[in-house]
Structures are given as structure tokens and as C-alpha cells.
């Protein structure tokens, strides 16, 4: 734990890929560069994307590269490094298909990614959005698209439909030491959920009580409904147990450092009812991301991949400003709330 935060801070790996590429012994050489030097400015961890294959792919030889990739990193002496992994469904590996069969092969490469996170992180977390498939956007038959009451409408049987897969997902994440926790992102990116609530609303009705949400500050800016329903979703995932990773990331996705994060709003609600890891989250304009997010600014150049830029920030630099943002902010805030105790 940093003692600076008195909790784990991580970083994520979005400013430099979405995918590890953990059978690429050179690229795991530059992944270890990288969590060297994160680690060196006071990074307890790190979040990684584990990147879906094609349905033929072998999951339990997807887990077998992954531990191979952990090993590397441990012989590199980065054996401390604790790490979070972002999963997100697919069209293929979809939850909430209408179809037995699909939904099946949903749940197994959900199971593949929680034994994925246990062998890279042990007592971890994978958060991400992997209820309704990512980016996945519905038509009618007639190919025109689906919006506003009839996509919610739409919604509801497949949300139905993945009861089961998620009653199932989450007593097995149970078994090997993994929470869960859906991830809400803004609806340019994604249909639904697209809010807290809408996230939590799911989990309510499922039998097992694991479950659990992120909420990432940009996504609170760019999708939510006010600071009101804020502060009663923060309050009803703490009251349920179900606040298990928290993100900040500026609305535009990238420097937090003098970004639009509502600092006082995040941390007022969240600080006092929730003790997990925050996520600095910062997506640099790499591949997919860069066409995927209509990314229009400069990329953070990363030592040890791309030339140096003059008089552009490198991907560290961006870092470690993050890094000292939070710190000074959680400093204030604590403050503020001694100051308001009257102590």
C-alpha cells in the first residue's frame, strides 16, 4: 500500500496498448520497462486489458500464456506488482444472446478471464464492461438502429437472458478470490448500461450477492444523470458492498493533472465509504484507440516505443503528474473533512 494515499494507487495500461501480447517475449521485455518505471514513481499496480481472441482459441492456453507473462514479470523482479484486468463481451462472447449455445461460450471465456486475473493479480479485481457486448450497437431486421424506450425495451429480455451466465460467473469469481465490477461507459461509446444505476439495478436482481460496479469519473461526467442520483448511487453500492473499484479519468480520456474531473463531488461521496485501489486512467491515442475514440490530440509519447517529441509530454511524465493531482487532492479533501468535523 502507498503511504503517501494510505491505499493502492494503479495506473492503467491504456496509455500504452489494449492488448499485452503475452506470447511476444520482446514486447513483454518493453511491458516490463514500463511497470519498472510506474513503479519507481510510487504505482502499487497496475489495470491491463486482457484483448478477446476468435472463438477457436484455446482458453485454457490463453490462461497458460498469462501465467507465462506473470512469471516474466516476477523473474524481473516485479514479483509486488498487483494487477486489475479490464474484460469486455463481444458479439461472439455475448452474455446476453437469446441463444443457449452463445451464451454458453459467453460464460467460458468470462470464466478464462477471471482465472486470467487470478494468476496475474491473486486477490483481484476484473472490471470492465462485460454484461452487454461492448460497442455492439442493435438494429431491427430492417437495419435501422435502436434507440431511446425501444432500446431499453430491447434490453430487458437480454438482460433477462444472462441471469443465469452471471449467477454462474459470480460463484466461480467467488471460488478463486476475484471480484467483479460491471463498468458503466457513456452511450456514444456503448448501448447500455451506460449509468451506475443502471448497472446496479442488474446486479440487484441477481441471486448472488458478489457482484459489484466501478465507477470511473470521466463516465459520471459524460453519463450520468446529476450529482443527486451520484450521491445515492455511491451511497447504495457502498450500503450493498457492491463499490469494488473506483477510476479517475478525465472526460476527455486524457491528462488528469488541471483536467475537468469534479474533484470535490468524487471524493466527498466516495473517500469516507470506500477502501479499495484507485485507478488513474489516462487512454492515449495508440491503436484502437486512437480511431475507436476519435482521438484528435497528440499522443503521449512512451520511452522505450516511440521517438521523443519536443515540447509534448511523454507518457510518464503524464503519469507522474497524475500521480501528485491525486495525491494533493485526496490531501484537500481530508482536510475538508476534518475542517467540517470541527477537528
Known sequence: MNATFERDVFFSFFMFTADLRPQDPRYTRTL??????????GY??????????????DHELEVEHYAGLKKAFDEAGLAEAKFTTNVGTTRTFDPT??????????????ESR??????????SIMSGPF????????????????????????????????RDVFEELLAYAETQGVKLAIEPVKSWETPPP???????DFLEGLDHPRG???????????????????????ARAARQDRLHYVHISAPDRGAVRDSWIPWDLILNEVEPVYRGPYLIEVFNAVPPFDSSMRMSRRRFWRPGEDDPVSDVDSAYDVARAALAELG??????????????GC
Open 32 to 41: 516490463i520497462g514500463h511497470l519498472r518505471a510506474l513503479t519507481d514513481m
Open 44 to 57: 502499487d499496480g497496475f489495470d491491463v486489458h486482457i484483448a478477446a481472441r476468435p472463438a477457436a482459441v
Open 97 to 110: 444472446s437469446p441463444y443457449e449455445d452463445q451464451r454458453r461460450q459467453a460464460l467460458s471465456y468470462l
Open 114 to 123: 477471471v482465472d486470467i486475473t487470478r494468476v496475474l493479480g491473486g486477490d
Open 131 to 162: 454484461l452487454y457486448p461492448y460497442g455492439v450497437f442493435p438494429v431491427t431486421d430492417a437495419g435501422e438502429p435502436i434507440w431511446s424506450d425501444a432500446l431499453q425495451d430491447w434490453l430487458k429480455p437480454r438482460y433477462d437472458a444472462a
Open 194 to 200: 451506460n449509468m451506475v444505476s443502471e448497472a446496479l
Open 212 to 234: 459489484g460496479v466501478t465507477i470511473d469519473t470521466a463516465q459520471v461526467v459524460l453519463e450520468s444523470q446529476g450529482p443527486a442520483v451520484f450521491k445515492d448511487n455511491v
Open 328 to 341: 494533493e487532492q485526496l490531501a484537500r479533501s481530508a482536510r475538508a473533512r476534518q475542517e467540517g468535523h
